[in-house]
């Protein structure tokens, strides 16, 4: 049988939840420490999955960016860069996007109906694999497992949180909460409206709460719920 990887979904957001504005560029709402702390979580990681949303949008590079911390991967008998994964339905990507020119291997997973579309536009970019006719999470986590993923790293978007908590399958939540009000309705938010495990009043299992200069870095075990 094989094992699902440990989840960790890793957002950084305003104090009143959202994980951007609506302006073009993209919000910096973590600091320098904080990006720090994420860069270590991203080298303790097996795999960084994110949607194809985010990576249209915001266009990100997804490394491991310390030099030490890479050689102590390599030292561990791992590859420098944790393996990137994105999900895609509907097989809309661009090839141009920073995501496939930087880092180690890449892992497009899809559905049958737009696998060998995502491998005509992503040739020799990325291993290219369908999970199936639909694009369910227990059928992700299943290939990342079978692929020797143990500890997956999620960085977004809002949708892909939302479903990952709706259904249970998040082990650990890093949230970093910066002193910033956005208070855009029409803005990306962390979490969406949801039937999530326990209703309204299961209270989730605090791991961990510290301050990073002005951010806030708390740990939830989602899983570990009290009525």
Same mark, same amino acid.
């Given at each position: ?5 440990? +989840?960790?979904? &890793?957002?950084?957001? /305003?104090? %009143? ?7 073009? !560029?993209? =919000?910096? $709402? ?56 994105? +999900?895609?339905? &509907?097989?809309?990507? /661009?090839? %141009? ?7 180690? !291997?890449? =892992?497009? $997973? ?118």
């Amino acid at each position: 049988m094989t094992t699902r990887p440990y +989840v960790i979904l &890793s957002a950084a957001m /305003s104090v %009143d939840g959202y994980l951007d504005d609506t302006s073009p !560029e993209r =919000l910096r $709402l973590s600091n320098a420490a904080d990006f720090d702390r994420v860069d270590q979580v991203r080298a303790e990681s097996d795999a960084i999955l994110i949607g194809a949303n985010t990576m249209r949008r915001d266009n990100p590079r997804l490394l491991v960016n310390s030099d030490d911390r890479r050689a102590k991967r390599v030292t561990a008998g791992k590859p420098e860069y944790p393996l990137k994964v994105t +999900v895609t339905a &509907s097989g809309d990507l /661009s090839a %141009d996007l920073k995501f496939w020119h930087h880092g180690g !291997e890449k =892992l497009v $997973l899809t559905v049958d109906s737009a696998v060998e579309k995502v491998r005509a536009t992503l040739d020799g970019l990325a291993d290219v694999v369908s999970v199936g006719p639909d694009l369910g999470w227990g059928l992700v986590l299943d290939e990342l497992g079978r692929r020797g993923v143990e500890r997956l790293m999620v960085e977004g978007g809002g949708t892909i949180h939302t479903q990952l908590m709706s259904q249970n399958l998040a082990d650990e939540v890093h949230l970093a909460i910066a002193p910033l009000l956005v208070g855009q309705p029409e803005a990306a938010r962390f979490l969406s409206a949801a039937d999530y495990p326990g209703g309204s009043t299961a209270r989730m299992k605090v791991l961990e709460v510290r301050a990073i200069d002005d951010v806030v870095f708390v740990r939830y075990a989602p899983k570990e719920r009290t009525a």
